[in-house]
């Protein structure tokens, strides 16, 4: 089990940063699996980014290369930095942990990116 906090999140301006957090309940070093969905009003979630424990990265193809995914063992937290945000990634932004391979996720409440001017 493990339970997950987002926070980060908040109104910007197109082509602004922003950098959210997901703090989990217990040590990330041995989850499989930690990632970043996102859902828009009317649409459906949709993979934004994910980092293994292995230290594998992937990205959205609509991310790459603006976004970048961060595990910090450390901390117990997952990051994910956003830059020249755009209003498309207007958002709710969900923290998700899959233990171990095969497994159900476990998801955080999520927190709102809001991309506008």
């Known amino acids: 089990q493990v339970q997950l906090v987002e926070s980060g999140g908040g109104l910007v301006q197109p082509g602004g940063s922003l950098r959210l957090s997901c703090t989990a309940s217990?040590?990330?070093?041995?989850?499989?699996?930690m990632g970043w969905y996102r859902q828009a009003p009317g649409k459906q979630r949709e993979f934004v980014a994910r980092?293994?424990?292995?230290?594998?990265?992937s990205y959205a193809d609509s991310t790459k290369g603006r976004f970048t995914i961060t595990r910090d063992n450390s901390e117990n937290t997952l990051y994910l930095q956003m830059n020249n945000l755009e209003p498309e990634d207007t958002a709710v932004y969900y923290c998700?942990?899959?233990?171990?391979?095969?497994?159900?996720?476990?998801w955080g409440q999520g927190t709102q990116v809001t991309v506008s001017s």
């Open positions: 998700s942990a899959q233990l171990k391979f095969g497994d159900a996720y476990f």
């Open positions: 217990r040590d990330i070093s041995s989850i499989f699996l």
């Open positions: 980092a293994y424990s292995f230290a594998n990265k």
